[in-house]
């Protein structure tokens, strides 16, 4: 299909002497042809035949509509019967093959070479024959709501009945502190003073992509070995232990052993299939461990434990003691702040932004509501933007690349909550369809953002810490929470689960411990052990998951669950917290800088 132009149409006009002065209305054309991949000359023909019928109309942007709806779709969906059952008859060879894919690249340069200057960066929404742009749409297409509308994205897409339908609005199902009398709103002045900033800074951060795909295992074996003898010395140190015994040794007396926790086999981890691998120092082999004697206990696949017990035989440990990791210390300023009366307002959101049933952004529109409403200081608003695992993404049902999806959803959280000026985080997912597949990963890139925008936004990797106004927040997007708890083994600990696997990430210092990773977490282990790790006990720890919400505090660091914005095709949940500003640095009598946390439904 050759190139369709304003200028080709206009020269195949002037042939019938029809006067064309407005560009918009050339631009209707050319948008026209494209959609139902006409060339211009025909175009034009069919024009003239219709107004012919239609004593001579106008060449205008109504009487186009009206071309539309009754030649051009009519045209189309003729075309479309026709293909389909052409396509019963007969099996495209390869190069009925490669004419498609060369159609669709002509396609796609068309489209690009159709936006015009004088939009910027805006992309143009693209008109289907079922779903006509009027003049009222385009001229209001730069509100969020119109920039999210569902037939942008999918021509099949409704809103979701369920989402709109649901019940409990606003309604608070988690609380933590002191939340009565607290008035959850932000500061007056926008965005005042609020400083965040990744702790470790951007030198020793993750701040663009980088090769993957490519890591030998004496590599990872190495990253695994490093991790074992760190976690080691500072178990060693705490509990005053004179040295670690080889693993694999026989002794007669009781001896203390350094290893990292793994299973037998390939199947789930259970009491029965616990081994205990040592690093190169103690042996570097792998022996058997009896629990039986131990009245309490919580492992997984990863863990880095020492235990002491005996190993007569050199082939079976039986585990007398297990002693328990132990966290990082908190962050202190070495500049010395003063206490501020007024605390911040942070707002915490993950996604999926759409329900499962629909590519309707109404949540998110939603949450922009809540965000306008509340005036948080500072929103951290966690991946999938775009869901890998959507329906309708899955079967490619949608009518634009993904990129420009996400672009649009940036621009509407970006433009909706300017009048608030509220600091915005963002923080990738591996569910994102148009970004990296890879742990850790990369931040988000937005190049269109200007000046004003770029200074209220603050684009993270995931995992990563941040550092807002003193206060050190632990953020990540993947879902370690259900990926341990489907691996972790405990007998007799009196806790609840999230707490525990809570407690074992801080005392296993890392973001994401479990080894070897599930099947869904592409992991570079070079990465991680330099992204990846916690460089201290966070303040407050962002988890979100699939898993019921909640708001916990786990060895003084108060960790938060606040669910997915979206639960299938219902609402699901937001977080909100209140922090206080950092006391005097090195304060002794340390207490946790959040306040209050609630868990409230979209």
């Known amino acids: 299909m050759a190139l369709v132009t304003g200028e080709t149409l206009l020269s195949e006009l002037e042939v019938f002497d029809i006067a064309c002065q407005d560009d918009s209305v050339l631009d209707k054309m050319v948008e026209q042809c494209i959609c139902n991949r006409i060339q211009a000359d025909d175009m034009v023909l069919e024009w003239v035949a219709y107004s012919s019928t239609k004593n001579g109309l106008k060449l205008t942007m109504d009487t186009l509509e009206q071309f539309e709806h009754e030649v051009l779709n009519k045209k189309h969906k003729s075309k479309q019967s026709f293909r389909k059952e052409e396509s019963h008859n007969r099996t495209r060879d390869i190069h009925s093959l490669q004419d498609l894919i060369k159609a669709e690249e002509e396609e796609d340069n068309l489209l690009d070479a159709y936006s015009t200057p004088a939009k910027g960066s805006q992309k143009r929404a693209l008109t289907t024959p079922e779903h006509p742009q009027s003049k009222r749409t385009a001229a209001l297409l730069a509100s969020p709501s119109l920039l999210l509308s569902p037939a942008s994205f999918s021509p099949s897409a409704t809103p979701s009945q369920k989402y709109s339908q649901r019940g409990a609005k606003g309604e608070v199902v988690a609380t933590f502190g002191a939340v009565q009398g607290t008035r959850w709103a932000g500061r007056k002045t926008p965005g005042a003073d609020v400083q965040v900033e990744l702790l470790e800074g951007p030198e020793d951060s993750l701040r663009c992509s980088y090769k993957y795909m490519f890591q030998r295992l004496r590599d990872v074996r190495n990253v695994l070995t490093e991790k074992i003898e760190e976690l080691g010395e500072g178990l060693r140190s705490h509990f005053s232990i004179e040295e670690f015994s080889p693993i694999s040794l026989p002794a007669q007396d009781s001896i203390t052993v350094l290893g990292q926790v793994c299973c037998d086999s390939n199947g789930k981890l259970n009491a029965q299939s616990v081994l205990l691998e040592a690093g190169p120092e103690q042996g570097g082999q792998q022996v058997p461990v009896d629990l039986s004697e131990l009245k309490e206990y919580s492992l997984f696949p990863g863990q880095v434990v020492v235990m002491e017990g005996m190993n007569t035989t050199g082939r079976k440990l039986m585990a007398s003691k297990l002693y328990e990791g132990v966290p990082l210390p908190f962050y202190t300023s070495e500049v010395k702040m003063e206490m501020d009366e007024e605390s911040i307002n942070v707002l915490v959101a993950c996604g999926p932004y759409t329900p499962s049933d629909s590519l309707t952004f109404d949540p998110l529109l939603d949450l922009i509501n809540v965000i306008v409403r509340d005036r948080p200081d500072v929103c951290l608003l966690l991946g999938p933007f775009v869901d890998s695992k959507h329906e309708q993404i899955e079967k490619a049902k949608v009518t634009e690349t993904f990129e420009a999806i996400f672009s649009r959803c940036m621009e509407s959280i970006v433009d909706g909550t300017k009048s608030v000026g509220c600091h915005l985080v963002f923080v990738p997912s591996q569910r994102d369809i148009h970004h990296h597949f890879i742990y850790p990963q990369p931040p988000f890139t937005l190049p269109n ?154």
Not at 475 to 483: E, N, Q, Y
Not at 486 to 506: N, P, Q, V, W
Not at 540 to 564: A, Q
Not at 589 to 597: D, E, N, Q, T
């Open 449 to 602: 953002l200007n000046k004003d925008q770029a200074q209220r936004v603050t684009l993270v990797p995931d995992p990563c810490t941040l550092l807002i106004d003193g206060v050190t927040f632990g953020l990540t997007s993947t879902d370690i929470l259900f990926h341990m708890g489907a691996e972790e083994i405990s007998c007799g600990t009196g806790t609840d689960r999230f707490s525990r696997i809570l407690k074992h990430m801080l005392t296993q210092r890392s973001y994401y411990p479990l080894y070897p990773p599930v099947e869904e977490v592409n992991m570079d282990y070079e990465k991680f052990q330099s992204f990846g790790q916690m460089p201290l006990t966070p303040d407050v720890l962002i988890i979100p998951s699939e898993l019921r919400y909640f708001v916990k505090d786990v060895v003084g660091c108060v960790c938060v669950n606040p669910g997915r914005l979206t639960k299938g095709q219902v609402g699901g949940t937001y977080g909100r917290l209140l922090i206080q500003r950092s006391a005097t640095a090195g304060d002794e009598k340390r207490a946790s800088p959040c306040l209050a946390a609630q868990v409230v439904k979209i």
